[in-house]
């Protein structure tokens, strides 16, 4: 699994990358060494941190709140729980974007890694069906801030002569799949699907083994 990074010249929460970072690096000084349940910060504190007025700190507590950063201690209270997923923000590195060139040479790598893993993996009972790209890729955006791709797999054709050592549960042979694509760059985000129809929309098919 590839480690938690933020994309300079993108916004998160109407913040870039590196003013997030910072910002929330303070939110966290404050409630370093309290306990979980008391790890909390209030609206005013937030906007402070983040340098935002009241409104624009209003849109991205709600924002923050929607994505997990954040929960409510209490329905109807300005004060917020700091949560795991906050810290992650607080603690991630900040990267370039990948270039789109460079995106579309990672995609053709990608699809001979799946040719060559599904002739050559005989230890994993499942192959790679197909792989589809899609999410920021299909923008027309020049830099990307992540290169999602969807796989989907299906079980292997049992050998002749069956290999000793071979996955025995999805997780198992999931994880040497994942493993191969998101090594390449810390852009690659895998995700698995049933079928390609269940890939988000818009998608493009970068590999496709007929079996």
Excluded: C, W
Aim: charged share 25%; no cysteine; proline share 5%.
């Amino acid at each position: 699994m590839n480690a938690f990074q933020l994309v300079t010249r993108h916004l998160y929460f109407g913040v870039d990358a590196l003013r997030l970072q910072i910002a929330a690096g303070r939110v966290l000084m404050r409630v370093h060494g309290r306990p979980p349940d008391r790890a909390t910060v209030g609206l005013e504190t937030l906007a402070q941190d983040f340098r935002l007025d009241t409104r624009e700190s209003r849109t991205m507590v709600e924002q923050m709140l929607r994505a997990g950063l954040l929960e409510r201690t209490q329905p109807d209270a300005a004060e917020y729980g700091i949560t795991d997923k906050f810290r992650q923000y607080a603690q991630a590195r900040v990267v370039e974007p990948l270039p789109r060139t460079r995106a579309q040479l990672m995609l053709t790598h990608m699809a001979d890694l799946a040719a060559h893993f599904n002739r050559t993996a005989s230890r994993n009972k499942y192959e790679i069906e197909a792989l589809a790209v899609y999410g920021r890729y299909m923008s027309r955006e020049p830099e990307l801030p992540e290169l999602s791709v969807g796989v989907t797999g299906r079980r292997r054709a049992p050998l002749a002569r069956p290999v000793v050592g071979r996955a025995t549960v999805a997780t198992g042979g999931h994880r040497q799949i994942r493993d191969l694509f998101e090594d390449l760059s810390s852009f690659v985000q895998i995700r698995f699907f049933h079928r390609l129809q269940n890939v988000p929309r818009p998608f493009t098919v970068i590999f496709k083994d007929e079996g």
